[in-house]
């Protein structure tokens, strides 16, 4: 299935964008990071209330402090296109912490990176060196599709690992080598048998879930609609403010008494 959103368009241009950073690229667990935190923002916002581009580099900002990726905003806007830095600059600056309020400043992630390696490190003794480099180089990209979908949401980072592996090896011929590996680290076959259905489970869901494509033209229509409803929002806001301010002026103020003093009261 084609998810054709406006949301899930900026989806694809978050993992288009973080591959235009070098010296030193960006790392990966940014990279899941930022995807993270742009699918919980959106859980509890709509782009009807924020330009999803803008959020996207937010993302893709505040992932980069949590991941010890060193830049300062000025390089990061620097990377932006031209007729996008002003704009997206500011709206940074002043929705970093509407971002953490929505993800509930719960802002670690665990991705299947990780993971992912540590099943390598097993795995490479096993293997021929030139097969291990195309394992993976495939596990690799079935990470970079799993993030797009919700898998990482309802799988264990170690559970898309797996089936990262277990994909990677029907396309290396080294299928036998890993289910032997998979069956080793099961304690028992319940437990293989159980492993082994949530694997297919996800590269089930990613085979359905992964593409994100909209024609320009829907886009476009889209992001129009979006904005109109953002600007009467804005301007509904921006009446109820001055009404409020209005009625807190009508306050009246408070009457003063003089009290008699004793010469008025004789007078």
């Keep these: 299935a084609v998810v054709s959103t406006q949301s899930g368009h900026y989806a694809g241009e978050l993992i288009r964008f973080c591959s235009i950073f070098e010296d030193p690229p960006l790392y ?8 993270n935190y742009f699918k919980r923002f959106y859980m509890k916002h709509t782009p009807m209330e924020f330009y999803p581009q803008h959020v996207m580099f937010l993302c893709v900002y505040v992932a980069c402090k949590v991941e010890e990726y060193n830049i300062c905003i000025d390089k990061f806007v620097a990377m932006l296109e031209e007729s996008l830095q002003h704009e997206s600059g500011s709206f940074i600056i002043a929705h970093e912490f509407l971002l953490m309020e929505a993800l509930e400043y719960s802002l670690i992630v665990h991705n299947a990176y990780r993971p992912l390696d540590g099943f390598i490190l097993q795995l490479t003794p096993k293997l021929p060196q030139n097969v291990m480099g195309d394992l993976v180089k495939q596990a690799n990209s079935f990470i970079n599709d799993a993030i ?3 898998c990482t949401h309802l799988y264990a980072p170690s559970q898309i690992a797996l089936a990262a592996v277990t994909y990677a090896s029907e396309r290396t011929k080294s299928t036998e080598t890993v289910e032997a590996f998979v069956r080793e680290i099961c304690p028992d076959t319940a437990t293989h048998t159980k492993l082994t259905k949530v694997i297919a489970e996800i ?21 129009q609609k979006c904005r109109s409803i953002r600007t009467a929002l804005a301007s509904e806001n921006d009446t109820n403010s001055s009404s409020d301010e209005n009625n807190s002026n009508r306050v009246s103020a408070p009457v003063s008494k003089r009290r008699k003093t004793d010469d008025e009261m004789d007078g």
């Excluded at 590269?203 to 992001?223: A, D, G, M």
Aim: aromatic content about 6%; hydrophobic content about 30%; some cysteine.
């Design 28 to 35: 990966r667990s940014v990279k899941c990071t930022a995807m």
């Design 148 to 150: 797009l979908t919700d």
């Design 203 to 223: 590269r089930r869901h990613l085979q359905h879930n992964y593409k994100f494509q909209i024609t320009s033209s829907k886009l476009r229509e889209l992001e």
